[in-house]
């Protein structure tokens, strides 16, 4: 008799836990809905915190900075080319003046070409990248 008691306190036991363990689980989903619904209806449609904020609002704006003018400058064998289009040297350098050169140089491309305007652009204090090809 002594056994069936201890096994009946035993199953007693674990029913009890069970039944915490749904109540506790029942609770905390109910407890994750309620905070759900409130972030949804005080931040509107994202999960962001803050909410819609007051007034009407300007949406000023901080305008992006395009960073510094650059040329695009390419020495190839058949000439010297400024934003894809043939041109000299001398109009290389008027027209990226304040701005960066990006200079590429091909490997077919001549010496003196490209010798004579690296050092053009540096008489006219404009910084170049080069890229070798």
Do not use: H, Y
């Not at 407890?31 to 005080?42: K, P, S, Y």
């Amino acid at each position: 008799m002594s056994g069936d008691k201890k096994l009946a306190k035993d199953v007693a036991r674990q029913l009890d836990r069970r039944q915490l363990r749904r109540k506790l689980l029942i609770w905390g989903l109910v407890i994750a809905a309620i905070v759900a619904a409130i972030l949804f209806v005080t931040c509107g449609r994202g999960w962001g915190l803050g909410g819609a904020g007051k007034g009407e609002g300007s949406g000023s704006s901080v305008p992006a900075d395009a960073g510094p003018k650059r040329c695009a400058i390419r020495v190839t064998a058949t000439g010297i080319t400024l934003d894809g289009v043939a041109s000299t040297r001398d109009a290389i350098v008027s027209a990226c003046a304040g701005a960066t050169a990006d200079v590429v140089v091909t490997g077919d491309a001549r010496q003196g070409d490209w010798d004579d305007l690296k050092a053009a652009l540096e008489r006219a204090n404009i910084p170049v990248f080069l890229k070798q090809r």
